[in-house]
């Protein structure tokens, strides 16, 4: 899968829990989930549920503390989906 | 844990503590009851000269047995006096009124429970058994 796909299906995910609208339409590998697109740490649950739904991988409770921005959920995805 | 041992644990008091009792619980749900005291607070203003239970009480009445007791229930001995507790989200509809002195009991249903956040499927139903309320509702340590 290519980083551009990936960027994509993310955009797709957390569009319903964003809350700044400029940096959603502007998102990129820096782009933090919290910081950045105002997803509140409940929403962010539901945007984990939602990554592990659509890549169908389990994501651990030690990922998840690292998923705080679209490169490291890249990451994660990517790791998640070679150990499958 | 007993139900006995799980309403000592919430972190409410009068007159803020809306459960009676628990019916019954386990990892998948809970089930519980509340009876309105018709000499509540509130219904002195809710509304004027004409007291019907605010739908924001039956919300709390539905967190309270359907996300909190569960919730400790599940986190068992994590959960102590230092654990602080939030309502995250709730989308509610209301189909029925409820006055005093009813008493009512709250069904609830664990959706998932994960990275400290508990989302049930939460229905309250009367006497009658008669839904007054249902929908979901999310909590989560802070």
């Known amino acids: ?84 | 844990m007993k139900k006995e041992d799980i309403i000592s644990k919430l972190p409410y008091s009068k007159p803020f503590l809306f459960v009676d009792e628990l019916l019954h619980v386990d990892e998948n749900g809970v089930e519980g009851c509340y009876a309105f005291d018709e000499n509540l607070d509130f219904y002195k203003g809710h509304f004027k000269g004409n007291p019907i239970t605010p739908g924001v009480i039956l919300t709390e009445v539905m967190a309270q047995i359907g996300v909190v007791c569960l919730g400790i229930y599940l986190l068992n001995d994590t959960f102590n006096k230092n654990t602080t507790i939030a309502l995250t989200s709730n989308e509610i509809e209301f189909s029925k009124p409820v006055f005093p002195n009813e008493k009512v009991t709250v069904i609830s249903e664990k959706i998932y429970f994960r990275f400290g956040k508990l989302k049930c499927k939460v229905e309250m139903k009367n006497e009658k058994g008669e839904v007054v309320c249902s929908g979901t509702i999310a909590g989560m340590i802070v």
């Open chain 1, 1 to 84: 899968m290519d980083k551009k796909e990936t960027i994509e299906k993310l955009k797709n995910i957390v569009k319903p829990y964003i809350k700044n609208q400029e940096a959603f339409e502007n998102i990129t590998e820096k782009t933090d989930f919290i910081a950045d697109l105002q997803i509140n740490s409940a929403n962010l649950v539901d945007v984990i549920l939602d990554i592990e739904e659509e890549f169908d991988i389990i994501i651990d409770n030690q990922s998840m503390e690292r998923m705080l921005d679209i490169k490291s959920a890249m990451e994660i995805i990517e790791i998640k989906l070679s150990e499958k």
